[in-house]
Nanobody
């Protein structure tokens, strides 16, 4: 069973950067698919970035070109680099995982994911 713990959130000015980390135990070599999500107050949770089985990256249109997902399998870590931050990026950010049936397709659909971290808050001021 995957266990996830995010860190690295905080406050930033518009145009600034943050790096989020997610310690993921028990999944890297066990056929799990992983991704980053966010949820702003009063809004539905949305997919931000995900990885396919061949390490190809998938991004939502709202963050494409500004955010970068990466992983360090040796350390069981997943990262999300947030650049050129905007006030609308303010949200609770979550890493999530699900057991892959076969190939990780880079899904950005929250319903697909079984395991979630507790979240880390990102607040961007203008």
């Amino acid at each position: 069973q995957a266990q996830l713990m995010e860190s690295g959130g905080g406050s930033a000015q518009s145009g600034g950067s943050l790096r989020l980390s997610c310690l993921a135990s028990g999944y890297i070599n066990s056929g799990y698919c992983i991704g980053w999500f966010r949820q702003a107050p009063g809004k539905e949770r949305e997919g931000v970035a995900s990885l396919e089985s061949d390490d190809s990256t998938v991004y939502s249109d709202s963050v494409k070109g500004r955010f970068t997902i990466s992983q360090d399998k040796a350390k069981n870590m997943l990262y999300l680099q947030l650049n050129s931050l905007k006030p609308e990026d303010t949200a609770m950010y979550y890493c999530a995982a699900y057991a892959a049936d076969d190939y990780c397709t880079g899904s950005l659909k929250p319903v697909r994911y079984q395991y979630w971290g507790q979240g880390t808050q990102v607040t961007v001021s203008s």
